[in-house]
Structure formats: structure tokens, C-alpha cells
């Protein structure tokens, strides 16, 4: 019983991933960061990534809400594509009961639109994704990282990092205002630009893989309506549950002082031992106000 639903969990000592980490360590790890994540689900139609059989096996998308869902499981219908009448039953993860059930399904890597329910045309958050290329790593991200932050800062934007949970860092630009994908994509496109013209030895805004060796791509491209980004606080299929994970720009900076960005790296039982002495340090992503100029 959870919240006073009634679910049925199974296979609760198998391992998912090829450490020992098994489905009922999956499953506690949610519950224990609902109130947390759930702040940044809420709404959002979620596309699952599921392992059935552990991280180490192969998984599947899954964008429409399984069938076999309890009634008590919010859905939303959203249009695959402006131009087709094809419509998509996303799962919304409103609630502890929903998190549990979808962690219960091997979803162990949960990733939500930017937009609403409310309104998937607007998104909420303008997100950078910092992908490096081999053998750029962690730490090169880190650089970039504060070269998009300077540059948003002097548009009068704030953002927000996050570790992806694999190799690289996120931003997320709060807006929480009425903005368009024409307004967001548009505009995270000109930052990369900008910034691959003034640091082309180290920054690359072009999608081609072969471009990217030894460089940090800057993804602009996720700023669209149909495509998600790795929710905050979800776990992701690595060899040990690691977790995209909220952190400060001081760690930021001190990595890119040191040159070392091994600190950036957290599983689940660090997360929640996170949470436990620092709160949501992503909390105002989902509150500030901030307009495009």
C-alpha cells in the first residue's frame, strides 16, 4: 500500500544492474526521492526507458502509458507531430503510487517534455545538453559549462547545472513563462553558435559524431516539441546507479579550477544523502521567471 493505493511488486531481488543493485533498491531510491523529483514531473507527459532485464541487457522507449496501467494512473494525449492526427497516451507521473508502479516496471530512466500537459506547445525550461566527444570527458563539459553560463548571464539569464548521470552536464534555463520552441530552439541555437566560433578548439554546435572528437557538442537540438531530456534526480543504465543530479556552481567552478571534475558523480545512495542535507538544489527551476530577450 502506498499513499493508499494498493500495488503489486515482483521480482523485487533481481539485479538491474551488474553491480547487484537490484529492482527493490530501484524502487526504494524513487520512493525515498519522490517529493524531489516529483516536483519536476509533475504534468509532463514521460517517456519511459526500460530494462527489464538489468542495465546490461537490451531495453526499450516506451512513449504510450502500458495498457495494463491502473486506473488511478494519469494519462495525457499529446499530437506525435504538428502535422499528423496520430496522438500519443503519455504516462504523468503526478504522484508517489504512479513513481513507484513505473519504477515496479523497470523504467528506470524516466524523461520528460520541457512542456506541460497544460500546454505542450510552451515549454517551461530552455535546456543546453553538453555531450562530449572523446576523449573530452567530464571536465572539458565543466568549461563550457561556464562559458554558457557567461553568456546567458549577460542576456540577464540564470541557469541551472545538473550532472546527465552518464558523462556530461545539463542546463537548464528556467522561463515559466509564455515562450515558444520558435523562441526557444532559435535562441539555444545562437549560443552554440556564438560560442563555437569563440572556442572552436574545444566547443562544437553541429550534430555530425565526427565533428565531435576531442570536443564538447553543445545540443541546442532538445529544444523541441517532441524530444525529452533525462528528468532531473532519475536514474540512469549505467554499470552502478548513477543519478542526474542537480549541483551547485560553486562544485562547477571548483572542478574547473582544479581540473578535475571526478567529483561530479553521484549515485543513488549519495543523492539521497544529498537530499537529505541540502534539499532540491533544482527547486527554483521549476519557480523562476524568466523571459527571452
Known amino acids: 500500500m502506498v499513499e493508499g493505493r494498493t500495488l503489486r511488486l515482483s521480482n523485487l531481488d533481481k539485479a538491474l544492474y551488474p553491480n547487484g543493485f537490484t529492482k527493490a533498491g530501484v524502487i526504494d531510491y524513487y520512493h525515498r526521492v519522490?517529493?524531489?523529483i516529483l516536483t519536476h514531473l509533475r504534468g509532463r507527459p514521460l517517456t519511459l526507458k526500460r530494462y527489464p532485464n538489468?542495465?546490461?541487457?537490451?531495453?526499450?522507449?516506451?512513449?504510450?502509458?502500458p495498457g495494463h496501467r491502473p486506473p488511478w494512473v494519469r494519462t495525457v494525449d499529446v499530437p506525435s507531430s504538428r502535422t499528423s492526427d496520430k496522438v500519443i497516451s503519455y504516462c504523468l507521473a503526478d504522484d508517489v503510487?504512479?513513481?513507484?508502479?513505473?519504477?515496479?516496471?523497470?523504467?528506470?530512466?524516466?524523461?520528460?517534455?520541457?512542456?506541460?500537459?497544460?500546454?505542450?506547445?510552451?515549454?517551461?525550461?530552455?535546456?543546453?545538453?553538453?555531450?562530449?566527444?572523446?576523449?573530452?570527458?567530464?571536465?572539458?563539459?565543466?568549461?563550457?559549462?561556464?562559458?554558457?553560463?557567461?553568456?546567458l548571464a549577460e542576456e540577464g539569464l540564470a541557469c541551472w547545472p545538473k550532472t546527465s548521470g552518464s558523462k556530461g552536464l545539463q542546463l537548464y534555463v528556467p522561463l515559466n513563462t509564455p515562450h515558444s520552441y520558435e523562441q526557444t530552439k532559435p535562441f539555444a541555437h545562437r549560443v552554440a553558435h556564438r560560442l563555437t566560433a569563440e572556442h572552436p578548439e574545444l566547443v562544437v554546435e553541429k550534430m555530425d559524431k565526427s565533428l565531435r572528437g576531442g570536443k564538447v557538442l553543445i545540443d541546442w537540438s532538445q529544444n523541441h516539441p517532441t524530444k525529452t531530456t533525462v528528468a532531473v534526480y532519475s536514474l540512469r543504465a549505467m554499470p552502478t546507479p548513477t543519478v542526474s543530479t542537480p549541483v551547485t556552481w560553486d562544485e562547477v567552478d571548483r572542478a574547473q579550477r582544479t581540473g578535475d571534475a571526478s567529483a561530479l558523480g553521484f549515485d543513488a545512495a549519495a543523492v539521497i544523502a544529498?537530499?537529505?542535507?541540502?534539499?532540491?538544489?533544482?527547486?527554483e527551476v521549476a519557480s523562476v521567471q524568466q523571459r527571452l530577450p
Open 34 to 36: 519522490a517529493p524531489a
Open 54 to 65: 538489468g542495465t546490461a541487457a537490451p531495453f526499450f522507449f516506451e512513449k504510450n502509458c
Open 97 to 151: 503510487p504512479t513513481l513507484v508502479w513505473l519504477a515496479n516496471l523497470a523504467a528506470i530512466e524516466l524523461h520528460p517534455l520541457l512542456a506541460t500537459s497544460d500546454d505542450v506547445g510552451s515549454p517551461t525550461v530552455m535546456v543546453f545538453d553538453l555531450d562530449p566527444g572523446p576523449p573530452a570527458g567530464l571536465r572539458e563539459c565543466v568549461q563550457v559549462a561556464c562559458w554558457v553560463r557567461d553568456l
Open 274 to 283: 544529498r537530499l537529505e542535507r541540502q534539499g532540491d538544489l533544482f527547486a
